[in-house]
């Protein structure tokens, strides 16, 4: 079985470099583009089921990905997949966070147990997310492949668990509408595709 996880399209929030997490933000202009470059890529390709957090950022890549398709598998939301809840940190730059509060920021820089304010903790955070994949993966397993569109903290916390790497973010950039794969025979899981960006040539 193969599970591809792609990572929702750009926001004006991507590109300032601000925390998302549960605020519900919309694909800007160059996100839809590179939302319907990854249904090209995918255009001919079978999947048992679509599932994609519910917020609009995710909605909308998943289903202009599914709009490209030749035979698109039933779009599914699930509020378990959504991404990290920041709280009082969603909408700030990471030097705004440090300037107002600099030892939580410190510690959430080195990928050590802190939540924001009103926010989540990673551990909180990774339950829930793997909670939820596990949920899809064993409905699809009898059908097929999955498909997952979701956020780059819940691609981290899939890929921390599938690797063995421990709690908070793994180290390593993970490009809106980029592409990862994982294969799965079992219980048992490993990372075949990662980050793979090369249906998006010409985007930033």
Known sequence: MRVVVVRHGMT?????????GHTDVELSPVGLEQAR????????DRFAACVASD??????TAEAILAEMEAPPELRLDPELR???????????????SRRWPDEAERFRRREPVAPPRGET???FE?????????????????????LVVHGG?????LGRVLRLGGGPVPLHLDPAAVTELEC?????????LNDRRHLDGFP
């Open 127 to 147: 339950t829930r997310v793997w909670g939820g994949f596990e949920r899809h993966r064993a409905a699809a397993a009898a059908g097929g492949d999955l498909l």
């Open 37 to 44: 470059s990854v249904g090209r890529r995918l255009r001919g």
């Open 12 to 20: 004006a929030w991507n590109a300032e470099r601000r925390f998302q």
């Open 83 to 97: 991404e990290m809840n920041f709280g009082a940190w969603e909408g700030l730059t990471f030097e705004e966070i």
């Open 185 to 193: 025979e079992g219980d048992a899981l490993r990372v075949s595709i």
């Open 122 to 124: 990673w551990s909180a």
């Open 154 to 158: 819940v691609i981290h916390a899939l």
């Open 55 to 60: 917020l609009r950022r995710t909605c909308a």
